[in-house]
């Protein structure tokens, strides 16, 4: 992920992070999260949006926050929580309340617990809609004074994130009817950005900065009010709340209407795979070139290439459409020129996009932004992997060309000395320091603690290019292209002898986190060589010996494997790099076990995110978590400013799923098989339904029955053949 980025001026007491930082804040409960399209709301517990709930609390649009505070209070206090869910499908979130006593003097004038205020919230189209429906479960009537307070900073995503900013545009606010405020933001950047808060019926009284309305409530009635608060909506009223939510609705049935769904035996597990699946959909953003998953809530909320590229990695044996979204977008905005504060160069892939102030102002690098080394050689991937799950030549036909263009990047200016090895150096001091997946000031380093200098070549990207080249080898021979095929699969073969010799570290029985600028190994047992794994660079024997030290005690927190194995120099469990929990590197590290065997190994990553998952809010794995020892009794530790949902950890429980079975798609010869498949220890049965290749969809059944498996397939449609394959 990128590091937690702030903008080029920071405060006084983080420098030793660099720029690119997101400060910790003291947080006491989970934030709750919404999003469609290009928005995002942050509330807490009651629905508010407050200061108290974070500094992340707010409604975000296409990184900028559209309102910073809306709160409800009753007589003037805040009312009590009852409770709040939100609904499995991330549709709306719905928040119960209730009265405190009210006192006047010593004399009790409403007694707590009478009213009862139900919150719906949800988000559509550029707008938060609200409805708040009151109701006297008295005898007598009740009068209520109902305030709802809101404000706005329009503060770019990078400000709310720590940076200071010198200067900033101006806002006014207006009442522009009995019903309706404007907020409204002149930014620097030439742009006006418009917050317009609806309010149905009219407010008693209405200011730039409050609504407040006058309630006498006969005994059981309920009386409704709405709130709708529109991003850059001016020229007319968003649909009212009904018609807006059941148009939602619809949506999301259509969106889904047609996808692969998993049933276990185990109903924790079921209700894992359930919210992942409806964060997934959650995240996913339509674009002119197809589904995006969106990487994070609430700092990446945007297109990244290596988020993207790897979440339609992790979902390509169940949705391989979003693998097409995520190649057309980031052909679409591949370099073709070179520019250093963007660390751009032709063929390079997209790292990042930003739509704020701050981008556009270009007091950030990330408006479009390349600085990521693994982006390029995982869209090759991808590619190839579309193809060989999809057979859909079309889309690589079309796509060749920004596919040779990645190839011309990684033996071109991914490689600046020549030695075969792509390599990083930012270009110019704003951008990223580390430009690998661990991308923190200091997770690149040697045994001793010495942070790595000069031009970095990590060992995983190494793993990506060779696996991107033996995938174009193969895209090119089925494109006729037979004579680039043999040059791309020599280069991949000297490329896995150079890897072997320049990476390998007997020592410490693994491959080096990385090389320096003096070609020197970061020898550090990391996270990083099980990626290695993963594509295939690694020979058997030496892929032994890592999948053996992953699962050690000093790697395998019995939670899942940690980024950086205890003992070594910078190990801390808290960190962000090195020593926690990444669920989406554990799947990666499972798909490497599995491809040499392993899947004993599969089998305890597997349980241990399953166990973590079961005590997270929602039973939803979060981006990452601390990486302490498992204890009897305890749940993990949290990282505090961890994005949850994030898409790739949301994959996670697919992609172990994945592995386990051993799934792989034939789509010429219509064939789907089960290598190997094993079932981790809490699942006994696992129902695959509309399982498609092609035009044909399948659905099968995987049992467990004394220690052995069996497949059956209740339906098939089409021609379509799963086998099951067993091999040594």
């Given at each position: 992920m990128?590091?937690?980025?702030a ?5 006084a007491?983080?420098p ?12 006491s409960r989970?934030p ?9 709301v ?5 629905g ?6 974070g ?9 900028t926050?559209?309102l910073s505070?809306?709160?409800?209070l ?8 009852l409770?709040?869910?939100?609904r499995?499908d991330n ?8 009265n ?9 004038i ?6 009862h ?5 949800f988000l559509?189209r ?20 109902l305030?709802?307070?809101f ?17 900033r ?6 009442v522009?009817?009995d ?8 930014g620097?950047?030439?742009?006006v950005?418009?917050?317009t ?14 609504a407040?309305?006058?309630l ?9 009010l ?6 850059d ?6 649909p009212?709340?009904?018609r807006?939510r ?15 769904s998993v ?10 795979l359930?919210r992942?699946?409806a ?6 953003t339509?674009t002119?070139?197809g ?7 609430p ?19 169940w949705?391989?459409d ?6 057309r ?11 250093p504060f963007?660390d751009?160069?032709?063929?390079k ?6 739509g ?11 408006g ?5 080394v693994?982006?390029?050689?995982l ?10 799950r999809?057979?859909?030549m ?9 596919i ?6 990684i033996?071109g ?8 090895f ?7 001091a704003q ?5 690998g ?6 997770a690149?380093?040697?045994a001793?603690?010495?942070l790595a ?11 990506y290019?060779?696996?991107?080249k ?6 090119a021979?089925?494109?006729?292209r ?20 320049a990476?390998w570290?007997?020592e ?25 794994l ?7 024997d030496?892929?032994h010996?890592v999948?053996k030290g ?11 494997i940690?980024?950086v194995a ?9 960190s962000y ?5 990444w ?6 590290i499972a ?6 065997g ?7 990553l597997?349980?241990g ?9 929602y039973?939803?794995?979060p ?15 949290l990282?505090?400013?961890a ?12 992609t ?20 190997n498949?094993?079932?981790?220890p ?6 695959l339904?509309?399982l498609?290749?092609?035009a044909s ?18 339906r098939?449609s ?5 086998s099951?394959?067993?091999s040594?």
């Amino acid at each position: 992920m990128p590091p937690k980025t702030a903008a080029k001026t920071m405060p006084a007491e983080v420098p030793s992070e660099g720029p690119f930082y997101i400060t910790a804040q003291a947080a006491s409960r989970p934030p709750r999260v919404l999003k469609y399209g290009d928005s995002f709301v942050v509330l807490d517990g009651r629905g508010d949006i407050a200061a108290a709930s974070g500094r992340s609390a707010g409604l975000f649009h296409q990184d900028t926050r559209y309102l910073s505070r809306l709160e409800l209070l009753v007589n003037g206090i805040q009312p009590l929580l009852l409770g709040s869910n939100l609904r499995d499908d991330n549709s709306a979130f719905f928040v119960d309340l209730t009265n405190p006593d009210f006192l006047a003097g010593q004399h009790l004038i409403l007694e707590k617990d009478t009213v009862h205020i139900l919150r719906a919230i949800f988000l559509w189209r550029d707008t938060a809609y609200q409805r708040f429906g009151v109701r006297n479960y008295g005898d007598r009537p009740v009068d209520l004074q109902l305030s709802i307070l809101f404000e706005n900073d329009f503060a770019d995503l990078f400000e709310v994130r720590g940076a200071h900013r010198e200067r900033r545009g101006t806002a006014t606010a207006k009442v522009r009817s009995d019903d309706q405020v404007l907020l409204i933001y002149h930014g620097l950047d030439n742009r006006v950005r418009h917050t317009t808060v609806n309010f149905d019926p009219p407010p008693n009284r209405l200011a730039t900065n409050a609504a407040t309305y006058d309630l006498r409530l006969a005994p059981k009635e309920t009386r409704p009010l709405f709130v709708a608060v529109s991003c850059d909506r001016t020229d007319s009223r968003p649909p009212p709340f009904l018609r807006g939510r059941l148009a939602a609705r619809r949506e999301l049935r259509a969106a889904t209407r047609n996808q692969t769904s998993v049933e276990t035996s185990n109903d924790r597990f079921n209700e894992v795979l359930c919210r992942s699946a409806a964060d997934l959909t959650m995240l996913m953003t339509d674009t002119p070139q197809g589904r995006y998953p969106y990487a994070g809530i609430p700092w990446f909320s945007t297109t990244f290439g290596r988020d993207g590229l790897i979440t339609a990695l992790q979902m390509l044996w169940w949705s391989p459409d979003v693998a097409r979204g995520v190649l057309r977008r980031l052909a679409a905005y591949q370099a073709k020129t070179t520019d250093p504060f963007a660390d751009a160069q032709p063929g390079k892939i997209l790292h990042e996009m930003r739509g704020g102030e701050m981008a556009a102002l270009r007091e950030v690098p990330f408006g479009l932004y390349y600085g990521g080394v693994d982006s390029t050689p995982l869209f090759v991937l991808l590619a190839g992997l579309y193809a060989k799950r999809t057979g859909d030549m079309d889309t690589t036909a079309e796509l060749w060309p920004a596919i040779e263009a990645a190839l011309g990047w990684i033996d071109g200016p991914g490689d600046p000395d020549g030695d075969g090895f792509v390599e990083y150096e930012r270009a110019t001091a704003q951008g990223l320091a580390n430009q690998g997946w661990k991308d923190s000031h200091d997770a690149i380093f040697h045994a001793d603690g010495r942070l790595a200098e000069g031009a970095i070549a990590l060992a995983e990207v190494q793993g990506y290019v060779y696996a991107a080249k033996r995938m174009a080898a193969v895209l090119a021979r089925r494109l006729g292209r037979d004579g680039d095929a043999a040059r791309l699969d020599a280069e991949a073969d000297r490329l896995r002898d150079r890897f072997e010799s320049a990476f390998w570290c007997p020592e410490i029985e693994t491959y080096a986190l990385a090389l320096d600028g003096q070609k020197k190994p970061c020898r550090v047992r990391t996270s990083n060589a099980g990626q290695v794994l993963f594509t295939g660079i690694a020979s058997p024997d030496r892929a032994h010996l890592v999948a053996k030290g992953l699962l050690q005690p000093y790697f395998f927190s019995g939670w899942g494997i940690r980024t950086v194995a205890t003992g070594e120099a910078r190990y801390n469990p808290m960190s962000y790099h090195n020593g926690s929990i990444w669920p989406h590197d554990n799947a990666l590290i499972a798909f490497g076990l599995a491809r040499y065997g392993h899947k004993q190994s599969v089998e305890s990553l597997f349980d241990g995110l399953f166990g973590a998952a079961n005590y997270m809010d929602y039973r939803r794995l979060p981006e990452l978590f601390c990486g302490f020892p498992k204890k009897h009794g305890h749940g993990p530790t949290l990282y505090p400013v961890a994005c949850s949902p994030q898409a790739w950890a949301s994959a996670t429980p697919f992609t172990l799923l994945e592995a386990s079975l051993g799934l792989e798609f034939d789509p010429g010869g219509g064939e789907i098989h089960l290598c190997n498949p094993r079932l981790p220890p809490f699942l006994d049965e696992v129902t695959l339904r509309n399982l498609q290749l092609g035009a044909s969809s399948v659905d099968l059944r995987v049992r467990r029955h004394n220690g052995t498996l069996s497949l059956d397939t209740p339906r098939i449609s089409g021609g379509i053949r799963v086998s099951v394959v067993y091999s040594s």
